[in-house]
């Protein structure tokens, strides 16, 4: 059974850091785009970042750009997002999921979504 599942998230103040964690199982990732996606209540699911399989490419939305770090390790299935300087409006739950079609920052060209993690920061 394919499994992603978010580890990370907390509470934090304006200005801190977390890093999200990404842990696939059932099958290997390493030749799958990867993305975060980040959804708050009432609002649409929003892009966040995305990597692509050789993680030689990385893509931003434009609210966390300059902020926000997405890596992988493939020899561990694990994807990463290195978040820095956080803002209240960063508040969200975070989903990491495989990209199978489309473009890099449209949801529903993804699968296998995780729970989410949720992350809260406090200002």
């Known amino acids: 059974q394919v499994q992603l599942v978010e580890s990370g998230g907390g509470l934090v103040q304006a200005g801190g850091s977390l890093r999200l964690s990404c842990a696939a199982s059932?099958?290997?990732?390493?030749?799958?785009?990867m993305g975060w996606f980040r959804q708050a209540p009432g609002k649409e699911r929003e892009f966040v970042a995305a990597i692509t399989w050789s993680g030689g490419q990385t893509y931003y939305g434009d609210s966390v750009k300059g902020r926000f770090t997405i890596s992988r390790d493939n020899a561990k299935n694990t994807v990463y997002l290195q978040m820095n300087g956080l803002k209240p409006e960063d508040t969200s739950l975070y989903y990491c999921?495989?990209?199978?079609?489309?473009?890099?920052?449209?949801?529903?060209?993804?699968?296998?979504w995780g729970q989410g993690t949720q992350v809260t920061v406090s200002s």
């Open positions: 999921a495989v990209r199978i079609r489309g473009l890099m920052t449209i949801a529903a060209g993804y699968k296998y």
């Open positions: 059932g099958r290997t990732f390493s030749r799958d785009d």
